[in-house]
T-cell receptor, first 112, second 116 residues
Framework: GDSVTQMEGPVTLSEEAFLTINCTYTATGYPSLFWYVQYPGEGLQLLLK?????DKGSNKGFEATYRKETTSFHLEKGSVQVSDSAVYFCALLTYNTDKLIFGTGTRLQVFP | DAGITQSPRHKVTETGTPVTLRCHQT?????MYWYRQDPGHGLRLIHYSYGVKDTDKGEVSDGYSVSRSKTEDFLLTLESATSSQTSVYFCAISESQAFSGANVLTFGAGSRLTVL
């Protein structure tokens, strides 16, 4: 079945470091891909998305490129801030369903 | 939380008791979802609704039922709570269908349930 695999956390970085959080997927057809972020004590918020191969989603300095050849959608940011500390979820939505499939989440901790 | 209210936000109950969680939206969105969040599992879909009185099961529906008698309300019921249902429950809404390519979920703040 369709699934999403994320790297284990926590990811611990110093402020202004470069961030990569890996995400790979398995799906039939051509899914849409998403990154959601969950700040402490809150629900999930959409961070960025890409709906077809080679699309790049971007928001708040974060980027992810839909790579069909490697079935990946890695999240990157050039310079993280303490305020980026949160849990990040990769998710996919296949063509013929109304349901998102989430990865297990990766906790990011950024220290000053 | 963009027009989504979950209640209660926190509840502690005992094994075997019934529990109902409520999700209320003011966005008039057609689709509503209930997820549970557990360490190591991410978010898993329990049930969802694609309109009033139209609901379907997700991947972890056993032990849960739902009802949607009005567009704005989606209720999740645990008929007889068990300790394995201790979790954080999130409601989500979306306006468009999946294959529009624009489907975006908006989440509530969550309801933390502890079953002793």
């Amino acid at each position: 079945g369709d699934s999403v695999t994320q790297m284990e956390g926590p990811v611990t970085l110093s402020e202004e470091a470069f961030l990569t959080i890996n995400c790979t997927y398995t799906a039939t057809g051509y899914p849409s891909l998403f990154w959601y972020v969950q700040y402490p004590g809150e629900g999930l918020q959409l961070l960025l998305k890409a709906t077809k191969a080679d699309d790049k989603g971007s928001n708040k300095g974060f980027e992810a490129t839909y790579r069909k050849e490697t079935t990946s959608f890695h999240l990157e940011k050039g310079s993280v801030q303490v305020s980026d500390s949160a849990v990040y979820f990769c998710a996919l939505l296949t063509y013929n369903t109304d349901k998102l499939i989430f990865g297990t989440g990766t906790r990011l901790q950024v220290f000053p | 939380d963009a027009g989504i209210t979950q209640s209660p936000r926190h509840k502690v109950t005992e094994t075997g008791t019934p529990v109902t969680l409520r999700c209320h939206q003011t966005e008039n969105h057609r689709y509503m979802y209930w997820y549970r969040q557990d360490p190591g599992h991410g978010l898993r879909l329990i049930h969802y609704s694609y309109g009033v009185k139209d609901t379907d099961k997700g991947e972890v529906s056993d032990g849960y039922s739902v009802s949607r008698s009005k567009t704005e309300d989606f209720l999740l019921t645990l008929e007889s709570a068990t300790s394995s249902q201790t979790s954080v429950y999130f409601c989500a809404i979306s306006e468009s269908q999946a294959f529009s390519g624009a489907n975006v979920l908006t989440f509530g703040a969550g309801s933390r349930l502890t079953v002793l």
